[in-house]
């Protein structure tokens, strides 16, 4: 007999897909944390699973119950005797419930193993293997510990004290989807098990009971539009908790990379917090329930791109998807970064710009999103640059401006990117100006970059890169201009630099 | 003891000892709020401070030790601190029905009722009106009979949309209450709004739809169809400002969210000895900025924003009152810098009359000193918020401040200057803040600015 755990929907379907086409004649139980479903779905959902029968016996796992049992909150102060001590009435709790002798099963999987289950199974030196948390997470693990630790400080220390999440010696395999890891990752106890190769190769008879399961019936979404699918995420897991912060986010992503395509989203099973009917109207919205894996096989129609703010599962669309776009965590933290980027690389276009990019002092994955967006490609060999973009995170006024035909230099620190000793018979000073529209979430905003054109080819382009825009979902008016950088904007430039000088260094 | 009791009758007995009344079940969310898991992982700990919140709450001998906190002294944002508004959504999410009167929990009305009708009176010239408005108040009649009776009863003319036009006005969207309305929306929960008031549906509609709120039903109280409350509300949930409100719909079921308006909660913080016109308006503006429910705030914000923002912007008004010595600001220095920031911001309202001086403004700045040397003191009442007497700005301060910190102050100075300047706009009246009340806030903070802010 197999045990699985899960506590998530994208945990339960790699459960399903496992026990299907590796454990198929095998005798299994599931045992889920009840907060897999809010309480109303829960009896329906459990029934739901009963009468598919994936698995022989299924149970919701009480955590609520036995956190009234573990007798004290713990945090990094907590002393070793306090932390057996929860550790011994988390197991016992867990044992007098669970009624079964985890060692007659022959194989136990486990995701999110700083629950009880896995709690007790560390404790008692019981081998088990892991299931990653979410498509790609097996290489996030700070990331993860630090989701972990802001859901429940005294599981995250019990986990750290046996060894951390995922991390215990009693492991056996890390089951996981290699090809969604990030670039460089290596554990020599991580085996590959893609849900999507395994639905495609090894049980594509199984699909449809699957999504019918799921709540799909190969759910069709046809549009003359090119489609983007936007992942979101769960509020809980993100950086940066601010409501509004977060549907500004998304709705300047959508308006900056596809706003004129028909926008399939996902939302996250565990994201509830958004109206997605209001923020983006005339989007197709999928059923959250839906683990984005099944995407695929539920969609009729090309999907042109993914979009995601910081969403691993995005690496697991990318084989259905023909480009995606993930803009890292550092979005939540600076996200008026992404508005200065986002105009260097339109500016870029209007310029005629096709290729031979070189980035320097930024977000490389963000600006590459945006300028592969526009159709410009980063350079692939240093020695035919035409374009440098400085992103000024870390001053360095040692550009050589000679060196390339463009040089753009954005303001993405604390200090404006200028100097005294920069020559600015080339240069010009591009104003992006946000006016917020009634109801919006933004407001005014106003971004400086400096352009130095060494060339006589893209001067007489300069006026294309003066424009006026709407984003729709932002209900915000971007206005783009230009002016020759003289001696009276320099003096300006010069003032704003000692302000943002001082600050830095701000002393009596 | 506690291991064999079960999570449901936790539930219950959590739902006992919150629901008493209104100041109970809101010093017990934020009792929780300030610390989930110490409520789950230590509940006899956490039962008792509830049960003493309860019989407190009861007593009517010590129940104002219950509300003890005071501006400056205390950290208020953390004290009465609000669930971030997905997780109280997540609670009534819960329930496929909520219930909400929206005019006391969407909107934020600026001014009382009484001064509104005051407004009226005044506007109109009608003697007499607004004690008629308010004795003829009542919710199940129409507006337009309402101000019929009171034109029969003086003879007058007044139109009943301009006290329409003055609610719309004053009123200012609950970010945080539309907010979890919106969250309910999305999760398919239906919305229904049961107004008590003698307003008309159009204009309930528009005031709805210009929040971006979506209601399923909306029941008006005024109406000849009106239909009485439902005996029973399953799976429901109601929402409300108003504790009576959420009283009559709980003993039918329903499970209570209980909104207590912002400025209510600075109402019942100790305050300095202030004016009373002006503490009625640093009540309003300050609890609505501070205790809304979409931020939270640092205590350095906090601190800055009722304390030091007051003389500030008091200097400043006053400079702009008097045609004071501007130019001798010192703009490389942070004080400075902050005092004209804020003095160009006031001089951009178009509301603040620059041609009448007046006496009371001066006495601030007859204790802060001329301008050439308020630079420094201003950066003294940031670094140690002490009185600013002639001793302390003889010395220079040789404190460092981090940048971070400064910045978090001059964000709350300028907040402060925004909002004060936009209630401003609205009551058209350029309302001074006296010196006697700027430096009241100042001294009564000076203590903890110096310790969280100064070094």
Known sequence: ?508 | MIEKVSADFVGQLYLILTTGNEDINFLCNCLRNQNHEAATNNPMNFALKLLKINIASRLPIIKNRLFCEEIGKSYLCQKYLRPAVWDLASGVLDNSHIVTDIFSSAFVLMKSREDIFALVERQTNANGFAKLRLKFDNDKRPLEHIYNQINQRLGTRVDYHLELELIKKFSIKNRYVTRLLDIACANDVEITAFVRSSYPRCFIEKMIKDCGIYVNKLIISNEDAYSSLAKHYESTAVLSSDYSYIKKFMKRGCIAVYYRPSRLMLQKVKHPKLDKKFREIYDCVCGTRLFEGMRSYSRVYELAYLCIAPAVFGYAQCLAKTNGNVAALDHSRKGGLLLSLVYDKICEHEAFPKDKPSADTVELKAYLGSENRVTEIIEKLITCGGPATCKLVDKRSNSKIPPKRLKEVFKAVMDFTADFCKYFCLSSEPNLIKGSDALALLLQGQENISKYIGN
Not at chain 1, 435 to 462: A, G, R, V
Request: net charge negative; proline share 3%; charged share 25%.
């Open chain 1, 1 to 508: 007999m197999v045990l699985y755990h899960v506590s998530t929907t994208y945990q339960l379907l790699f459960s399903i897909v496992h026990k299907l086409a590796y454990n198929r004649d095998e005798e299994s139980e599931l045992l889920m944390l009840e907060t897999i479903r809010s309480v109303p779905e829960r009896k329906s959902f459990l029934e739901r699973l009963e009468k598919f029968a994936f698995f022989d016996k299924i149970r919701y796992v009480p955590e609520r119950q036995f956190k009234l049992k573990k007798g004290m909150a713990l945090d990094e102060t907590s002393s070793e005797s306090d932390i057996l001590t929860v550790i011994n009435n988390y197991c016992q709790a867990f044992e007098a419930w669970f009624g079964e002798d985890l060692k007659s099963f022959s194989n136990i999987y486990v995701a999110s193993d700083q629950h009880a289950l896995g709690v007790y199974l560390m404790k008692n030196r019981i081998p088990y293997n892991y299931m990653e948390d979410a498509s790609g997470m097996l290489s996030e693990h700070e990331r993860y510990r630090f989701i972990i630790r802001r859901n429940n400080l005294t599981n995250c220390i019990i986990a750290d004290y046996l060894g951390g999440p995922g991390c215990n010696d009693m492991i056996v395999k890390k089951l996981c989807d290699l090809n969604n890891q990030r670039k460089g990752f290596y554990d020599p106890k991580a085996v590959d098990c893609s849900i999507y190769d395994t639905l495609k190769n090894v049980i594509p008879e199984k699909v449809p009971e699957i999504l019918r399961f799921f709540g799909e019936s190969g759910e069709t979404v046809k549009s003359d539009k090119k489609i983007c699918l936007f992942l979101t995420q769960d509020l809980n897991t993100l950086q940066n908790k601010d409501i509004e912060l977060q549907e500004l986010l998304m709705t300047l992503l959508v308006d900056y990379i596809c706003p004129e395509y028909l926008l399939l989203i996902k939302p996250h099973p565990k994201d509830r917090w958004q109206n997605y009917r209001r923020i983006f109207p005339g989007s197709h919205i999928l059923s959250r329930k839906t683990p984005s894996e099944l995407i695929p096989f539920a969609v009729e129609g090309n999907i042109e791109s993914a979009l995601t703010i910081s969403s691993t599962s995005i690496r697991g669309v990318n084989r259905f998807v023909n480009k995606s776009y993930y803009f890292t965590t550092e979005a939540e933290t600076a996200p008026q970064r992404l508005n200065s980027m986002y105009v260097a690389a339109e500016i870029l276009s209007r310029l005629g710009v096709e290729q031979g990019v070189e980035l320097q002092n930024i977000n490389n994955t963000q600006m590459n999103n945006f300028l592969d967006n526009v159709g410009i490609a980063l350079s692939q060999d240093s020695d035919s640059n035409e374009v440098l973009i400085d992103g000024g995170v870390k001053r360095n006024d040692k550009i050589d401006f000679n060196a390339h035909k463009i040089t753009v230099c954005l303001s993405l620190g604390e200090v404006i990117s200028f100097s005294t000793n920069w020559d600015i018979s080339n240069m010009y000073l591009i104003r992006a100006v946000y006016t917020p529209l009634e109801q919006s979430l933004m407001s005014q905003q106003e971004y400086l970059i400096i352009l130095n054109l060494n060339s006589d080819k893209y001067k007489p382009k300069l006026n294309n890169a003066q424009y006026t825009r709407e984003l729709k979902y932002s209900k915000v008016i971007l206005g783009v201009s230009a002016e020759k950088i003289d001696e009276r904007v320099r003096e300006t430039l010069l003032q704003r630099l000692n302000t943002d000088l001082e600050w830095e260094d701000y002393h009596e």
